[in-house]
T-cell receptor, first 114, second 114 residues
């Protein structure tokens, strides 16, 4: 089945630790995105990537890093520099250059800093 | 600047009632795209509809219907004969043709009571 997978579903981290969230898609989509969602709020863009080996900062990139070495994968690292990392993280992907540019989302990872 | 406003933070209805979720947007792009997503308690965002700015036809899909009015910059979503399974947070989103970014509203939490 085609889709977007994120792992793990729940993640607990101690303060001062880096942690990496996985996002994989087998939809052959070009672009991938990372969003952060805080309780009762909408989604805010962290990073996005239109093609392999290229990515751009979104609105709240500080304290996060990404890589895009493969088309299918766009991992997000939450570093110790992120002051308030507890949140729900959603990955999305889309085709580009076509009319079908709808972003489709993965199931999310809920990160809690202890 | 682009902005999406969902003024209704939370709506509670009794099953079988009709309910309308409001969405007002701002953009300077002449071509833009509007979206609605559903976020059930599981957390994953489920795509519901995409509408181009040059297509003002209203759309109906089963119990769901959407009313797009450029004159008032609104893209409202109506659920007819609501069901308990409709309980979720609903997000309206906007992408202008000049950007890859999807701008989300803050969401409307819909509670359908039996």
């Amino acid at each position: 089945d085609g889709g977007i997978t994120q792992s793990p579903k729940y993640l607990f981290r101690k303060e001062g630790q880096n942690v990496t969230l996985s996002c994989e898609q087998n939809l052959n989509h070009d672009a991938m995105y990372w969003y952060r969602q805080d309780p009762g709020q909408g989604l805010r863009l962290i990073y996005y990537s239109q093609i392999v080996n290229d990515f751009q900062k979104g609105d709240i990139a500080e304290g996060y890093s990404v890589s895009r070495e493969k088309k299918e994968s766009f991992p997000l690292t939450v570093t110790s520099a992120q002051k308030n990392p507890t949140a729900f993280y959603l990955c999305a992907s889309t085709l580009t250059g076509t009319e079908e540019d709808t972003q489709y989302f993965g199931p999310g990872t809920r990160l809690t800093v202890l | 600047a682009q902005k999406v406003t969902q003024a209704q933070t939370e709506i509670s209805v009794v099953e079988k009632e009709d309910v309308t979720l409001d969405c007002v947007y701002e953009t300077r792009d002449t071509t833009y795209y509007l979206f609605w997503y559903k976020q059930p308690p599981s957390g994953e965002l489920v795509f519901l509809i995409r509408r181009n700015s040059f297509d003002e036809q209203n759309e109906i899909s089963g119990r769901y219907s959407w009313n797009f009015q450029k004159s008032t910059s609104s893209f409202n979503f109506t659920i007819t004969a609501s069901q308990v399974v409709d309980s979720a947070v609903y997000f309206c989103a906007l992408r202008g043709d000049s950007s890859y970014k999807l701008i989300f509203g803050s969401g409307t939490r819909l509670l359908v009571r039996p």
